[in-house]
């Protein structure tokens, strides 16, 4: 299957979705999801004639683009800023050589250091980079190295994850076999904290668990994510959110040509009852800076975790792992360390 016929087909669906979003004006467009910086120029611009005929755009919108240090040459980032993106998101990782090679990436430090310089002197003001922590036989002294090395790039963004091991990926089989063990979740955590202690000394601000921005470079793509509202995700595997349902593309690619070809978007609808609405919710602001707005979960819901969960909300902030101020439920840095836990404790189950 050619990247062409692929690129034609995501073209199309833009067409087929052109009112899933009801005329809202477009505040993020996000270029994500398998390595998109090795579109060319003409196939980048293609798809983004596509949109700005199909779709109302803000003119001051944030447009990320996800991109490998190994992708990212000095025309390629020239025609980056042609095109119109104003956002990178660079999947950086680590600055460790042996951590890369055991990652599998194609890159290299003295790469992932140069290409950020690179971004800067193209024009770019708005830079993520990605590190990944919790991977086996990373010491804590190595990963401080890695964030200071990211530090001082001094990116605008930075987003981190722990590793995750998953069943069916190489690492999946490696554990299986005892060749890695996978770092447990009270070490994982612990190197989290670094980071965070570590960025809030150099005046990044934890807008979300994995997510640090100094002043005014918030993610407002992730953040609108965080809020609920609504967003089109187009081309294999895309999500997409309307605020009654959410929409999953099929994740082959010939399958999903193949249909698209047909005028038929290859995609699943799983509608949202009461109790996935409230409990979306509460996974997601719990997450963020700004938490969770008890005022709309009562409005929009009939739902208030302060009276159905009234015991567990106060041990919350007898523990000091959450406060309530100006109706709103916020969890503190030890908390927020916890919140997926938080949240599934604050789920309403179906009756």
């Known amino acids: 299957l050619s990247r062409q016929k692929t690129i034609q087909a ?5 067409l087929l979705q052109k009112d899933y979003l009801g005329g809202e004006k477009i505040q993020t467009i996000y270029f994500g999801g398998g390595t998109p910086s090795i579109l060319s120029e003409k196939e980048l611009d293609s798809l983004l004639e596509v949109i700005h005929s199909n779709f109302p755009i803000s003119p001051d919108s944030e447009f990320t683009l996800e991109a490998n240090p190994d ?37 290299d430090s003295v790469m992932a250091s140069r290409c950020v310089h690179s971004a ?20 804590n002294a190595r990963w401080k190295e890695a964030i200071d090395e ?18 069916k990926t190489v690492y999946g089989k490696w554990a299986a076999r005892g060749k890695i063990k996978a770092v447990d979740d009270d070490a994982a955590a612990y190197q989290l904290q670094i ?9 990044y601000e934890q807008y979300e668990v994995s997510n640090f921005s100094k002043p005014g470079f918030q993610s407002q793509h992730n953040s609108n994510y965080w809020k609920n509202k609504n967003y089109l995700g187009v081309g294999p595997s895309a999500h997409s959110y309307n605020g009654l349902s959410r929409q999953y593309n099929i994740s082959n690619n010939h399958l999903y040509v193949d249909s698209i070809q047909s005028m038929k978007i290859p995609s699943s609808v799983e509608i949202l009852t009461r109790e ?29 975790p302060l009276n159905t969960h009234q015991q ?13 101020k100006n109706d709103t439920l916020i969890l503190s840095k030890s908390g927020l360390l916890l919140a997926d836990k938080i949240a599934s404790d604050l789920f309403v189950i179906a009756p």
Not at 74 to 80: G, M
Not at 121 to 127: H, K, P, T, V
Not at 150 to 167: G, N, R
Not at 312 to 324: K, N
């Open 312 to 324: 567990y909300v106060r041990i919350l902030v007898d523990r000091q792992l959450a406060t309530i």
């Open 195 to 203: 980071l965070v202690d570590i960025l809030e000394t150099h005046a």
């Open 71 to 107: 992708d990212l040459t000095v025309e390629k980032l020239r025609q980056l800023r042609r095109a119109g993106i104003n956002r990178l998101s660079i999947g950086i990782q680590s600055f460790d050589d042996e951590v890369l090679r055991y990652l599998n990436r194609a890159h």
């Open 276 to 304: 996935d609405k409230i409990n979306e919710y509460l996974l997601t602001s719990l997450r963020t800076a700004w938490g969770v707005n008890l005022a709309v979960l009562r409005q929009d819901y009939g739902f208030d």
């Open 120 to 139: 800067h002197e193209a024009g770019f003001d708005n830079i993520s980079v990605d590190l990944i922590y919790a991977i086996p036989k990373l010491d």
């Open 10 to 14: 995501i073209g199309r669906e833009l």
């Open 150 to 167: 990211a530090l001082q790039l001094d990116p605008q963004h930075i987003s981190s994850y722990a590793l995750t091991i998953e069943e």
